[in-house]
């Protein structure tokens, strides 16, 4: 999988990318490629969909495969808060599914680095799927 990328904002999701150690459950960075106006990041091939795409396509999950599922998601997140990133963006465009339905959380644009003690307050991630008390903070 190839993602193009500004500058800008690539230069923190490789950063982030390149310090996480690989995990069965997370995108993984092979090689950035730097061009004059684009950058060009490697990353491991998935194959299938993202998770939106396969319930439009195939429908409800079995409650094992709901199970596998979960705890697979939950097991990349738990690797990447123990490396101090935080995600950001989880939803399921951002959830991809191998052939087996294992998913690998990927799109780590609006990742950030954390430790204990320090508190987000940015806002960041889609409109869609922010909780209403964001939204109604952001029209105030």
């Given at each position: 999988m190839v993602k193009r990328l500004i500058p800008q904002i690539s230069l923190q999701e490789?950063?982030?990318?390149?310090?996480?150690?690989?995990?069965?459950?997370?995108?993984?960075?092979i090689e950035k490629i730097e061009e004059e106006e684009m950058v060009h990041l490697i990353l491991n091939y998935i194959g299938q969909d993202n998770l939106m795409t396969f319930v439009n396509r195939e429908g409800?999950?079995?409650?094992?495969?709901a199970r596998n599922l979960f705890h697979g998601m939950v097991s990349g997140l738990q690797h990447l808060h123990q490396h101090g990133v935080v995600?950001?963006?989880?939803?399921?465009?951002?959830?991809m599914l191998t052939v087996d339905k294992r998913p690998i959380l990927?799109?780590?644009?609006?990742?950030?680095?954390w430790s204990k003690g320090k508190h987000l307050t940015e806002y960041c991630g889609s409109f869609h799927?922010?909780?209403?008390?964001?939204?109604?903070?952001?029209?105030?």
């Open positions: 490789t950063e982030i990318l390149a310090s996480v150690p690989p995990h069965s459950n997370v995108v993984m960075l409800a999950f079995s409650e094992s495969d995600h950001r963006d989880i939803k399921c465009e951002n959830i990927c799109d780590l644009g609006f990742a950030t680095t799927y922010a909780a209403p008390e964001i939204i109604m903070s952001q029209l105030l």
